[in-house]
């Protein structure tokens, strides 16, 4: 109901904005007359006023072959040369009818001829030229306006998608969590208030920093820190897990949770698989102002990318749409996968 009355009232003002268009222009050229035949608004008589609003009805005419079908037609399609032919017989075709109907109002010939032809030349092509730039105009103002509605849309879809995608890392994490909790809690681990008191401090993390868009690297690594520590915990150093931050531009800001996918990917594929000297060797790049770089590398027994993304679920398929969505444009990705190694590089530019 909202949408057809929004479009009613758009077409009922168009329909304004026309008639005000024609009611000005009878009165102007109604001006133009009485000053340049030196006439008086008291001796204008039924043939001359006729005679304009004849005019001004040619000129419509001719205007809107011009505004709806020339212009879309031909000039859009930039068809120049055909547009500009058309556009003489418009031309023609207003001063043939005009000059017709005049001399059958006025009952004789003008006698200047040429004089009349060239000054209802001129204005029929100052009509169309106005016509044309208001048009043109218009047009302009409708595409921005349709470019906004579109990145709008665009807008509110990357919001929906991502908060679609964080719903489906979020859990995964806790999944994955509470399994090693359930797990050390069967054995009657002294690990397990310690590790509830981590996971408590992720979600903490989890709940209400990831509400923000962006989260400062600071954040970022306190809870990679305590992420490692909470699997150190539950791998009992069975897997050498190394973090090396360099850099002191801690107050860079990206979204949150995006290296997660990877560093699950890594525990799953490398830590939990590798039967010997499993390793995690995670590096963080802050030595530079406008971006940050994250390495993490591990071994593994799967031997190719796609072996990997089908064991690996929704993690490494999520985390590239989200930096598509995300940073666009704004980041290299590189997956290595050889020699039972395997190696993810990303680059973000922030700024």
């Known amino acids: 109901m909202n949408s057809v009355s929004y479009s009613q009232k758009i077409r009922f003002s168009s329909i304004i904005v026309h008639l005000l268009f024609w009611l000005l222009s009878i009165v102007l050229f109604t001006v133009l007359i009485l000053y340049t035949r030196d006439f008086r608004l008291a001796t204008l008589d039924f043939k001359t006023a006729l005679n304009i609003l004849i005019t001004v009805f040619f000129l419509s005419i001719s205007v809107y072959i011009n505004m709806f079908w020339l212009i879309p037609v031909f000039f859009n399609r930039h068809r120049f040369l055909?547009?500009?032919?058309?556009?003489?017989?418009?031309?023609?075709?207003?001063?043939?009818?005009?000059y017709f109907v005049s001399m059958v109002i006025e009952g004789t010939f003008p006698s200047h001829y040429m004089n009349e032809v060239i000054a209802e030349f001129l204005l029929v092509l100052i009509f169309l030229v106005v016509s044309t730039l208001i048009k043109f105009t218009r047009d302009s103002i409708s595409l921005q306006d349709a470019e906004i509605r579109i990145n709008e849309i665009q807008r509110q879809k990357i919001e929906s998608e991502l908060s679609a995608l964080k719903t489906q890392v979020n859990p995964h994490f806790f999944f994955n969590t509470l399994n090693s909790l359930y797990s050390l809690s069967l054995d009657?681990?002294?690990?397990?208030?310690?590790?509830?008191?981590?996971?408590?401090?992720?979600?903490?993390?989890?709940?209400?920093?990831?509400?923000?868009?962006?989260?400062?690297?600071?954040?970022?690594?306190?809870?990679?820190?305590s992420y490692l520590y909470l699997e150190k915990l539950r791998l009992?150093?069975?897997?050498?897990?190394?973090?090396?931050?360099?850099?002191?531009?801690?107050?860079?800001?990206?979204?949150?949770?995006?290296?997660?996918?990877?560093?699950?990917?890594?525990?799953?594929?490398?830590?939990?698989?590798?039967?010997s000297h499993p390793y995690i060797h995670?590096?963080?790049?802050?030595?530079?102002?406008?971006?940050?770089?994250?390495?993490?590398?591990?071994?593994?027994?799967?031997?190719?990318?796609?072996?990997l993304e089908k064991k690996d679920g929704i993690g490494l398929i999520n985390v590239k749409k989200q930096l598509e969505l995300?940073?666009?444009?704004?980041?290299?990705?590189?997956?290595?996968?050889?020699q039972n190694v395997f190696r993810v590089e990303l680059t973000i530019r922030v700024t």
Not at 83 to 96: A, D, P, Y
Not at 239 to 244: F, N, R, T, V, Y
Not at 258 to 268: A, G, R, Y
Not at 292 to 305: H, K
């Open 82 to 98: 055909l547009f500009s032919i058309l556009q003489l017989f418009n031309i023609i075709l207003f001063i043939c009818l005009n």
């Open 188 to 225: 009657k681990s002294e690990k397990v208030p310690e590790l509830i008191l981590k996971l408590s401090g992720l979600m903490r993390y989890m709940l209400y920093e990831t509400k923000d868009s962006i989260v400062p690297m600071s954040k970022q690594l306190e809870f990679l820190q």
């Open 236 to 275: 009992d150093d069975a897997a050498e897990i190394d973090l090396q931050i360099i850099g002191d531009h801690t107050d860079l800001a990206i979204t949150p949770l995006l290296f997660l996918p990877f560093i699950e990917n890594s525990f799953k594929h490398g830590a939990k698989e590798k039967s």
């Open 282 to 307: 995670i590096f963080v790049n802050l030595e530079h102002r406008d971006k940050v770089g994250f390495i993490i590398e591990n071994n593994t027994d799967i031997y190719n990318e796609d072996e």
């Open 326 to 338: 995300l940073y666009p444009g704004k980041y290299t990705l590189s997956l290595y996968n050889k």
